[in-house]
T-cell receptor
Framework: EAGVVQSPRYKIIEKKQPVAFWCNPI?????LYWYLQNLGQGPELLIR????????DSQLPKDRFSAERLKGVDSTLKIQPAELGDSAVYLC???????????????FGPGTRLTVT | AQSVTQPDIHITVSEGASLELRCNYS??????LFWYVQSPGQGLQLLLK??????LVQGIKGFEAEFKRSQSSFNLRKPSVHWSDAAEYFC????????????FGAGTRLFVKA
């Protein structure tokens, strides 16, 4: 079974430029998460999707961040424009089910390391 | 709101020695509890989970954790550490009920010396 796929693995951009990250969850997993992980910290939730619906985006900085999950499968997270403070690892995770214990067992992708110069 | 504290930023253990990583949580009810491991440049991998029942849970790679309600703790243990266990370990708590939010601790980096 293929795991969670993310691309690109690394991205270096100049500030004020746009950037996009892509995630393909494990087949059959209808819940998808985007996390931000700063150096030396644990992941922090940006947005959670149940199928194609964003059910928790309270921590997403909506002035510059956007996300979509068309057709309830893969997802894209975008930053426009990027700022120096956005340098971090962006992790995607998925889980089976939208409720109960299965919703908590998250499988993570390798992440995208973003460097903003 | 729930929170997770991992008191040790880093720990160094000799290969073959035992390991205990500490985790304390704050939550109004019995939470769901997890330990994840992250190797450099990789995503997080679930080591073990506690939902209910037996408070001593077994995980992958020879790890175990014990839920102690009275101490609000969920410490991770391994009887004999291997060099390949060097990584970052994250404790996480999931709120039961609405929201399905998982909160992660700041992590403990494990160094293994020969």
């Amino acid at each position: 079974e293929a795991g969670v796929v993310q691309s690109p693995r690394y991205k270096i951009i100049e500030k004020k430029q746009p950037v996009a990250f892509w995630c393909n969850p494990i087949s059959g997993h209808n819940t998808l998460y985007w996390y931000l992980q700063n150096l030396g910290q644990g992941p922090e939730l940006l947005i959670r999707y149940e199928n194609e619906e964003a059910v928790d985006d309270s921590q997403l900085p909506k002035d510059r961040f956007s996300a979509e999950r068309l057709k309830g499968v893969d997802s894209t997270l975008k930053i426009q424009p990027a700022e120096l403070g956005d340098s971090a690892v962006y992790l995607c995770a998925s889980s089976y089910g939208t409720s109960g214990r299965g919703a908590y067992e998250q499988y993570f992708g390798p992440g995208t390391r973003l460097t903003v110069t | 709101a729930q929170s997770v504290t991992q008191p040790d930023i880093h720990i160094t253990v000799s290969e073959g020695a035992s390991l205990e990583l500490r985790c304390n949580y704050s939550y109004g009810a019995t939470p769901y509890l997890f330990w994840y491991v992250q190797s450099p440049g990789q995503g997080l991998q679930l080591l073990l989970k506690y939902f209910s029942g037996d408070t001593l849970v077994q995980g992958i790679k020879g790890f175990e954790a014990e839920f102690k309600r009275s101490q609000s703790s969920f410490n991770l243990r391994k009887p004999s550490v291997h060099w390949s266990d060097a990584a970052e370990y994250f404790c996480a708590v999931g709120a039961r009920g609405g929201g399905f939010k998982t909160i992660f601790g700041a992590g403990t980096r494990l160094f293994v010396k020969a």
